[in-house]
């Protein structure tokens, strides 16, 4: 059979060149991260929502046993809560790979940041924003940082400030989109921007088919995201997942989220809504995002983020990708990556292609 890419992100090395997308709020937790490590793949927990929610406590002053202050950054609020999923996740999964995945927009990034390289985590995924700060400190702690982006100047740009690999995220992936563009027009290009360090392909990568047909472009990994929610083993309530597998392909929709970017969402009454009115009453009491811009914004993305992944699908708000009107299933994790694995060796096999990895 043909083998598939070998990906290697600075020293680290996955069984299975899969990368488990990061889907906040409270989505991908410790639980499917690990499961995702322990069959092979790189299991990520989203970070969102999971900073010290009390800003008397003190500060904390050292990461890894080094005083932050000698290395010119900052105290800061460890975040427990984000903490404790990668302690979860490491002990579930002790010879997986768990990275975590940190919106730069999240007003609490610097302290998620910290936390999460102080906790252990294996890796970080920035997204959402770009901050050239976050490739210092992830270097000052040798951290393999992983940057997503939809353009070859923002690729070229990551691999100049040390980026370990690049995700690149098209307009077929969930939740935020920095393009509209498809995954099989930008992937290319962005391939041949980089020099030195891996492109996984993101967004519209549904089975093993999608896989070859990335790898084909020069990807070294794939990253999916939608299709792990309807796992066994997702953190997310069972009507998340059932809403999910319960999909067609035209309610798949694109929507406007506070931010200020577009967003891929499943149509639901929230979104039905949100189109009819244009804005939903809402206070804003977590925070949460530096662009969310308070009595302006039109909708509470926490709140309604959290109704959702809670088990609230009707007022909540569901992410997911392109091909969500594909999923029928629920799956464990090792079934999935291993028909993944399976499929994609199949195809490499009939188009006579061998990448040399394991």
């Keep these: 059979?043909?083998?598939?890419?070998?990906?290697?992100?600075?020293?680290?090395?996955?069984?299975?060149?899969?990368?488990?997308?990061?889907?906040?709020?409270?989505?991908?937790?410790?639980?499917?991260?690990?499961?995702?490590?322990?069959?092979?793949?790189?299991?990520?927990?989203?970070?969102v929502l999971l900073h010290e929610k009390d800003r008397s406590k003190p500060k904390k002053t050292t990461c890894k046993g080094i005083e932050v202050e000698s290395l010119g950054l900052k105290p800061y609020h460890y975040?427990?809560?984000?903490?404790?999923?990668?302690?979860?996740?490491?002990?579930?999964a002790?010879?997986?790979?768990?990275?975590?995945?940190?919106?730069?927009?999240?007003?609490?990034?610097?302290e998620l940041l910290m936390t999460a390289i102080d906790a252990g985590a294996d890796?970080?995924?920035?997204?959402?924003?770009?901050?050239?700060?976050?490739?210092?400190?992830?270097?000052?702690?040798?951290?393999?940082?992983i940057e997503i982006v939809a353009t070859p100047k923002g690729a070229m740009l990551s691999e100049r400030l040390g980026a370990a690999a690049v995700i690149v995220e098209s307009g077929e992936a969930g939740g935020h989109l920095g393009t509209m563009d498809s995954i099989w027009d930008t992937l290319p290009k962005i391939v041949k921007a980089v020099k030195n360090i891996p492109v996984?392909?993101?967004g519209g990568i549904f089975?093993?088919?999608?896989?070859?047909?990335?790898?084909?472009?020069?990807?070294?990994?794939?990253?999916i995201a939608t299709r792990f929610i309807a796992t066994y083993e997702c953190d997310?309530?069972?009507?998340?997942?059932?809403?999910?597998?319960?999909?067609?392909?035209?309610?798949?929709?694109?929507?406007?989220?506070?931010?200020?970017?577009?967003?891929?969402?499943?149509k639901n009454p929230f979104t039905e809504g949100l189109e009819k009115e244009g804005k939903i009453p809402h206070s804003c009491p977590y925070n949460c995002l530096k662009m969310c811009s308070g009595p302006d914004s039109i909708y509470c993305i926490a709140d309604v983020l959290l109704k959702s992944v809670n088990g609230d699908v009707e007022n909540g708000l569901v992410f997911a990708g392109s091909n969500v009107g594909r999923v029928n299933r629920i799956y464990h994790v090792d079934e999935l990556v291993k028909?993944?694995?399976?499929?994609?060796?199949?195809?490499?096999?009939?188009?006579?292609?061998?990448?040399g990895g394991d």
């Design 79 to 92: 975040a427990w809560e984000l903490a404790e999923e990668i302690k979860k996740a490491k002990e579930l």
């Design 207 to 223: 089975d093993g088919k999608d896989m070859a047909r990335a790898f084909e472009l020069g990807a070294k990994g794939i990253q």
């Design 94 to 110: 002790p010879n997986g790979i768990i990275g975590v995945n940190i919106m730069y927009a999240l007003t609490h990034f610097y």
């Design 1 to 47: 059979m043909s083998r598939l890419p070998e990906l290697k992100i600075k020293n680290l090395k996955p069984k299975y060149p899969i990368i488990q997308g990061g889907m906040g709020a409270r989505v991908s937790l410790h639980k499917l991260a690990a499961a995702v490590a322990n069959a092979g793949g790189i299991g990520v927990i989203s970070a």
């Design 123 to 145: 890796l970080i995924i920035q997204g959402a924003g770009f901050g050239k700060d976050v490739f210092k400190i992830c270097n000052l702690f040798d951290m393999p940082l």
């Design 339 to 355: 028909e993944l694995i399976e499929e994609c060796k199949s195809e490499l096999e009939k188009k006579n292609l061998n990448f």
């Design 236 to 266: 997310a309530a069972p009507e998340f997942k059932d809403y999910i597998i319960k999909a067609k392909p035209e309610d798949s929709i694109y929507i406007k989220s506070p931010v200020g970017m577009p967003a891929h969402a499943v």
């Design 200 to 202: 996984i392909a993101a």
